[in-house]
């Protein structure tokens, strides 16, 4: 497999593979099926992708808690948030005490009356649908909406020192027994017909918060299939991912895990090289 070597015949295929509206996964599963090393197909595929259609996030800057010598608590601007765990590679940080028990039932009681059901990003138009992979219902706060948006963004921007205008407004999720997300990655593919609509809004996506608002009686995990782990759901607490690159190498795969019974409240923020139109 050393001998691997990437070939312009490889570029030239795999380009036209995005062209024709293939994923970078599809792609990448297609190559390691045909004997190759995934080392060397992720490498032809940044390259490829990188060089041939421009894709500004690939080794873009992302956001990041100032974490130099491994603290135990960071400042978040109006509070102190404890370091649970933290990964490199992937970038993988887990919070503590990011949202008080009030701010979590505030959050909850604003949303309610407003949850419809859980669509996803249709990257074919650049619209929206309803997924069978996603079943959760949802609503999407305006940026800076009301006073406990406002806050909790400031915060989150403190913490991750990201500017708060790159940020989309918050999402509320609600799983019902039975409810959840399949692995996934929330970048956006560059070879999708959509998704030049899309990114002239702020640009590639680059980090991920996901929030837990309650503590589900069972299930729910936040997995990362690729690194096989998984973190509970825990009112106040989350978890923060970046991906410096829309493409699989970034090991950011992950889903929620169903909630066997009871519910799973969950605020995602999701976090643009841009501000967010």
């Not at 940080?93 to 701010?103: A, I, N, T, W, Y």
């Not at 970034?250 to 976090?271: D, M, Q, R």
Request: aromatic content about 8%; proline content about 7%.
């Amino acid at each position: 497999m050393s001998s691997q070597t990437i070939t312009t015949e490889l570029r030239r295929w795999i380009f036209e593979q995005a062209r024709a509206g293939q994923s970078p996964e599809l792609v990448l599963q297609a190559m390691r099926s045909s004997g190759w090393d995934e080392d060397v197909a992720i490498a032809a595929l940044e390259e490829t992708l990188q060089a041939q259609l421009g894709t500004a996030a690939a080794g873009a800057p992302v956001p990041e808690p100032l974490y130099e010598g491994a603290p135990a608590e960071l400042d978040a601007g109006d509070r102190r948030v404890r370091v649970l765990m933290s990964l490199r590679h992937p970038r993988i940080v887990v919070f503590g005490d990011l949202l008080s028990s009030d701010e979590c039932e505030e959050m909850i009681a604003l949303a309610t009356t407003r949850l419809a059901r859980s669509e996803t990003v249709e990257t074919g138009t650049g619209g929206t649908e309803v997924n069978e992979a996603r079943t959760s219902d949802g609503m999407f706060f305006g940026r800076g909406e009301n006073a406990l948006c406002s806050r909790i963004e400031a915060r989150i921007a403190a913490l991750l020192r990201w500017p708060v205008e790159n940020g989309e407004g918050l999402q509320v999720l609600r799983y019902r027994p039975g409810a959840e997300y399949k692995p996934h990655y929330d970048y956006f593919d560059p070879a999708a017909p959509g998704s030049a609509a899309i990114l002239r809004r702020g640009g590639q996506r680059v980090g991920t918060l996901v929030m837990y608002l309650n503590d589900p009686p069972a299930g729910g995990a936040t997995t990362f299939p690729d690194i096989g782990l998984e973190i509970a759901p825990v009112r106040g607490q989350a978890v923060f991912f970046s991906y410096d690159r829309p493409l699989p190498a970034t090991g950011t795969l992950h889903g929620g895990s169903p909630v066997p019974h009871g519910e799973k409240w969950v605020a995602t923020k999701w976090l643009r090289e841009g501000r967010f139109e």
